[in-house]
């Protein structure tokens, strides 16, 4: 439990690695909210393996991770360790090998680096790499077994090996509304990924070198390095990697990758939405945009959408997931009626095991009517911050994808951030207590009776996106029940 609890601690020091989160951070300033509220949503990003990664110093124990009923290493050693071994290996030679394929680097002695010195560090330092380990359970159930070699970013210097960070993260009004409109119009809403998407983009910097992986000898042992250097004796001795192209991890390889998908989706017709940029328009299909996950709306009927996948697919390495199951840790379901349904269980489930509230007893109500948050009065003793943030930034998330009925709650306990009380902790742990409890509820967007309609303007125009999403909460009423642009169910 010790190692446990330091390894939590670990990965809640986020804030010199806020980076690969700053998109959500200035979605948070934009929209009123303060430094501490984008910091812990951050911080749970970083708790549940969302955001940026930890150097090998300051998380070493424990080595493994729990994911459902198996384990994910966190080290190279732990993954050689483990009894999937040899799913391990071979995930991280499948690895290698389309990095090579890609021609993302080459191998070069460390004598032919170029020197540029700074008064920071070198140009020709090279920068180090770590394995990442992800358990992914396919649509049929099956177990994937994903190695992913990243770049140590956060030893990056800014203005030596970068200049500007972007991250193409849509807004989660955005995901919500394409449900709207594909329940009401009878659409179709497809997944597709982006494989290895941050190596497509050509690097903008010269000179950005990393150190050889672990594990490079027995990878490179068929002849495979990208340019035959390591072929004789150990590929680690006096080698290093010149990144050609953008790498997981590298600091500026979420802008490239945006830079790259935007020209291509704008060059085959697709406009951007004056509302978030990560939304894209074409007549007949919307596209929505996180990261490497894209969603596409499309009547199914018309086949622009397909099209729509078939040029994508021509121009990156996609994985078309067909009907959108599981998205940002949303669980998907298209409903007997058209309508979808949209619920957060399996993320729900993971944080009430991060925080050890399995056995938990049951709370009927986010907030505990009786307790004052507000007592000033109250000589509690102060909370572990740390994790305190993580709490309600985990909160929060399920807050803003599809559990608004504990917003009140989450934006009550974000007020003590700072400095926070046990019963302040306590009351964080009640609501998660509660989300324990009502892990199966759902949203259900349905058709409306009366089809929507925005006067004299398309309803896949930006102006039209826009009006539809300001509509009064009283739009639509069921049984005296306040709704939005659709009626919202939850269904245990």
């Known amino acids: 439990m010790a190692d446990k609890n330091e390894y939590v601690s670990a990965r ?22 303060d430094v501490t509220s984008s910091e812990c949503l951050a ?4 708790l549940l393996g969302i955001g940026d990664s930890i150097s090998e110093d300051e998380a070493v124990e424990p080595t493994t991770v729990d994911c459902e ?28 090998q389309a990095l090579v394929d890609n021609h993302t680097f080459d191998i070069v002695a460390k004598g032919n680096t170029v020197h540029m010195t700074t008064t920071d560090r070198t140009e020709e330092e090279p920068i180090g790499c770590k394995w990442v380990y992800k358990r992914k359970i396919n649509p049929d159930g099956s177990t994937r077994y994903k190695a992913r070699l990243v770049i140590k970013g956060y030893e990056q210097k800014e203005g030596i090996d970068y200049d500007e960070t972007y991250a193409p993260v849509s807004k989660m009004a955005t995901f919500r509304l394409i449900l ?35 594990g490079i000898d027995w990878l490179v042992s068929d002849g495979s390095a990208s340019d035959g250097s390591a072929s004789n004796g150990s590929a680690s001795d006096g080698n290093v990697l010149i990144l050609r192209k953008a790498l997981y991890g590298l600091k500026q390889a979420p802008r490239l990758w945006y830079e790259d998908i935007d020209g291509y989706l704008q060059s085959i017709g697709f ?11 074409q007549q007949g299909v919307l596209l929505v945009l996180y990261v490497d996950d894209l969603l596409i709306a499309h009547n199914g009927k018309e086949g622009r959408g397909h099209r729509i996948k078939q040029l994508l697919q021509k121009k990156y390495k996609m994985c078309d997931l067909g009907a959108a199951k599981r998205f940002l840790g949303i669980e998907i379901e298209k409903t ?4 979808f349904s949209i619920c957060q269980r399996g993320y729900i489930n993971t944080i009430i095991r991060r925080f050890r509230l399995m056995d938990a007893k049951p709370a009927k109500s986010p907030l505990d009517p009786q307790t004052d948050l507000a007592n000033t009065h109250c000589e509690d003793k102060p909370a572990n911050r740390k994790e305190y943030l993580s709490m309600v930034g985990s909160l929060m998330y399920a807050a803003l994808g599809s559990r608004p009925d504990i917003a009140f709650s989450v934006t009550a306990l974000s007020r003590y951030n700072v400095q926070p009380l046990e ?16 892990a199966g509820f759902r949203i259900h967007y349905r058709r409306l009776p009366n089809p929507i309609t925005i006067a004299d303007t398309p309803i896949l125009t930006g102006q039209g996106i826009s009006q539809l999403g300001n509509l009064s909460a009283d739009a639509y ?16």
């Not at 009923?69 to 999937?84: D, F, H, I, M, V």
């Not at 007997?336 to 309508?339: P, Q």
């Open 336 to 339: 007997k009626d058209g309508g």
């Open 180 to 214: 709207v409109l594909a329940a009401q119009y009878g659409w179709d809403v497809d997944h597709m990924d982006v494989a290895t998407a941050f190596l497509n983009p050509k690097i903008d910097r010269d000179n950005i070198y990393m150190e050889m992986p672990l």
């Open 69 to 96: 009923n198996e384990s994910e290493p966190l080290t190279y050693k732990a993954a050689l360790r483990s009894p999937q071994a040899g799913q391990w290996k071979e995930a991280m030679r499948q690895e290698w």
């Open 477 to 492: 009423s069921d049984s005296g029940i306040a709704m939005g642009t659709t009626s919202l169910l939850y269904l245990a």
């Open 271 to 281: 406009r951007q939405s004056a509302e978030d940029p990560n939304l894209y328009l």
């Open 12 to 33: 809640t020091r986020s804030k010199a690695r806020l980076e690969t989160n700053k998109a959500i951070m200035s979605k948070a300033h934009e929209e009123g909210g």
């Open 423 to 438: 019963m302040h902790a306590t009351a964080a742990k009640r609501v998660l207590r509660y989300l324990k409890t009502t």
């Open 43 to 46: 911080s749970a990003l970083l």
